[in-house]
């Protein structure tokens, strides 16, 4: 059964960084690309970032460009996106997601985590 | 960025009805395009996928069809587990969804 576990979500000031980590379990992890997906509070889904299964490739919102990295490493399966200049409208329910093959060009998503919660505020 | 329109918002059904919901590409995407139902408090789940391929596990009652940037999600008979938030998505291009449309009973 494929499980993904977000964490390290929490409470962070304007400006601030954090990281979040998927952990994922029930396949095999370098052979799907990963994606972060958000929802703000009350909104609808917005896609962050992908990896491909390699780590070969990657690609951002421009929303997130140049503040968030996503990564992955193979040896824990585990997922991770790196937020840095973190503002409020960031604020939002962060999920993982498995996209369909290891490759960028087929990012719709099978299976999803329960999310991690971020919230931007002083 | 290739922009995602879903009609309508809001879509007032009942038990037993058809309904369809559309969702329009500001740009051509062919067909690569899929469909994710939500409920509150829970993570979305893929229905279609390719525009009008069945998730593994899905009702039948789900369809998907179209192709180019005119798509539509059709539920044969609407049973009340299907009262949920429904969100288009493209990936001809990275990804973005549609804005979504609630699903309510009448």
């Known amino acids: 059964e494929v499980q993904l576990l977000e964490s390290g979500g929490g409470l962070v000031q304007p400006g601030g960084s954090l990281r979040l980590s998927c952990a994922a379990s029930?396949?095999?992890?370098?052979?799907?690309?990963m994606t972060w997906v958000r929802q703000a509070p009350g909104k609808g889904l917005e896609w962050v970032s992908a990896?491909?299964?390699?780590?070969?490739?990657?690609f951002y919102a421009d929303s997130v460009k140049g503040r968030f990295t996503i990564s992955r490493d193979k040896s824990k399966n585990t997922l991770y996106l790196q937020m840095d200049s973190l503002r409020a409208e960031d604020t939002a329910l962060y999920y993982c997601?498995?996209?369909?093959?290891?490759?960028?060009?087929?990012?719709?998503?099978?299976?999803w985590g329960q999310g991690t919660l971020v919230t931007v505020s002083s | 960025d290739i922009q995602m329109t879903q009609s309508p918002a809001t879509l007032s059904a009942s038990v037993g009805d058809r309904v369809t919901i559309i969702c329009r590409a500001s740009?051509?995407?062919?067909?690569?395009l899929a469909w994710y139902q939500q409920k509150p408090g829970k993570a979305p789940r893929l229905l279609i996928y390719?525009?009008?391929s069945l998730e593994s596990g899905v009702s039948s009652r789900f369809s998907g069809s179209g192709s180019g940037t005119e798509f539509t999600l059709t539920i044969s008979s609407l049973q009340p587990d299907d009262f949920a938030t429904y969100y288009c998505?493209?990936?001809?291009?990275?990804?973005?969804f549609g804005q979504g449309t609630k699903l309510e009973i009448k």
């Open positions: 029930g396949f095999p992890f370098s052979s799907h690309a």
């Open positions: 997601a498995q996209a369909h093959t290891n490759s960028l060009f087929d990012l719709y998503f099978h299976h």
């Open positions: 990896i491909s299964g390699t780590s070969v490739s990657t």
């Open positions: 998505q493209q990936y001809d291009t990275y990804s973005t």
């Open positions: 390719e525009a009008s």
């Open positions: 740009q051509n995407i062919r067909s690569w």
